[in-house]
């Protein structure tokens, strides 16, 4: 009986080899396939710092699409310490970078020494500015020295206003 119904089953649907998928493998692979990119975001403190991504040429935008691999992240802002870190990408990545503020005040300049006058009694004080205004060679080491006005040493050779100082 079972033998005649299947007999009778097969010549209805006819004769044809049925080919069975497992879709859970195929899902798998398409999902796989897509997962090749993934993205990338970047939150940084200050908002307005500038961030590249050193090792590839598409400029950095939020949830920027990326191949799974290495990348060299740099964050910069004036006035801040950079920020560069070689980043690996397996997967989405959402990274949180605060930049640290500079702590070195801008360079002043200061005169390299300080010479005291040899003179015993040292009236001069750091209000003459030009070579028009001394009234002796001493004076204008004095200013150049102590003061530090280096334009009366116009050429460098430590020796102010030449036209009243020898030796320039």
Not at 43 to 49: A, F, K, L, M, R
Request: proline share 4%.
């Amino acid at each position: 009986m079972n033998k005649t119904l299947i007999i009778l089953i097969l010549s209805i649907v006819g004769c044809s080899s049925v080919n069975t998928y497992d879709t859970n493998k195929i899902h798998k692979t398409q999902l796989s396939q897509k997962k090749d990119i993934y993205h990338l975001l970047i939150n940084v403190i200050p908002s307005d710092s500038k961030i590249k991504i050193i090792n590839i040429k598409p400029k950095y935008k939020p949830n920027i699409a990326l191949k799974a691999g290495k990348y060299n992240i740099l964050v910069e802002l004036k006035g801040y310490k950079k920020y560069r870190k070689w980043i690996q990408i397996n997967s989405d990545l959402s990274i949180d970078i605060e930049l640290k503020q500079n702590s070195k005040p801008k360079k002043r300049y200061k005169p390299k020494k300080v010479y005291k006058s040899t003179s015993s009694t040292n009236n001069h004080s750091c209000t003459k500015k030009n070579c028009k205004n001394m009234n002796s060679c001493e004076e204008a080491y004095y200013q150049l020295r102590t003061c530090g006005y280096r334009r009366l040493d116009r050429d460098n050779d430590s020796v102010p206003c030449e036209s009243i100082c020898p030796g320039g």
